[in-house]
């Protein structure tokens, strides 16, 4: 099979170079020589690097995107790790989405103003104890 060079692995994937050699010194991927002084990689390593953009997207860190993929460079993936990630995501959502509705309730909410508009408060209110237990958690 022919190895890609780094630019057509940058080029099929749209990450910029710098990214590539960083995700390598993190060891999540692995150029196997070099052209003159270009790393050269199996082709593979577009697949594992869809795996890694994909693991970002749901909000994985590149030390838990390492623990995923074996030494052969496998997927390895836990699947109690990715339904606990899943919940996360279900919980984004659903907070997203009342601050989606509040918004929209406050853009055409007809009380002449909004601190009296009890919907808006509760959309207030709700902000402040997210910060807070957003707070909480990141000292725990």
């Known amino acids: 099979m022919k190895r890609l060079d780094i630019a057509q692995v940058a080029a099929a994937t749209g990450m910029a170079a710098s990214r590539l050699r960083y995700y390598e010194e993190r060891g999540l991927i692995a150029s196997v020589g070099r052209?003159?002084?270009?790393?050269?990689?199996e082709p593979g390593v577009i697949e594992r690097l869809s795996l890694i953009a994909l693991a970002q997207?749901?909000?994985?860190?590149l030390d838990e995107i390492a623990g995923m993929v074996d030494e052969a460079g496998r997927p390895r993936l836990?699947?109690?790790?990715?339904?606990?990630?899943?919940?996360?995501?279900?919980?984004?959502?659903?907070?997203?989405s009342?601050?989606?509705d509040g918004l929209r309730h406050a853009?055409?909410?007809?009380?002449?103003?909004?601190?009296e508009c009890p919907t808006f408060r509760?959309?207030?209110k709700g902000?402040?104890?997210?910060?807070r237990r957003t707070f909480v958690e990141d000292l725990g």
């Open 107 to 115: 853009a055409a909410c007809p009380a002449p103003s909004h601190m």
């Open 57 to 61: 997207t749901a909000g994985f860190s």
């Open 78 to 96: 836990d699947r109690a790790q990715l339904a606990a990630k899943a919940d996360a995501l279900d919980r984004t959502v659903r907070r997203l």
């Open 127 to 131: 902000a402040v104890e997210t910060r």
């Open 35 to 41: 052209r003159g002084l270009k790393r050269l990689f």
């Open 122 to 124: 509760r959309l207030l």
């Open 98 to 100: 009342a601050l989606r």
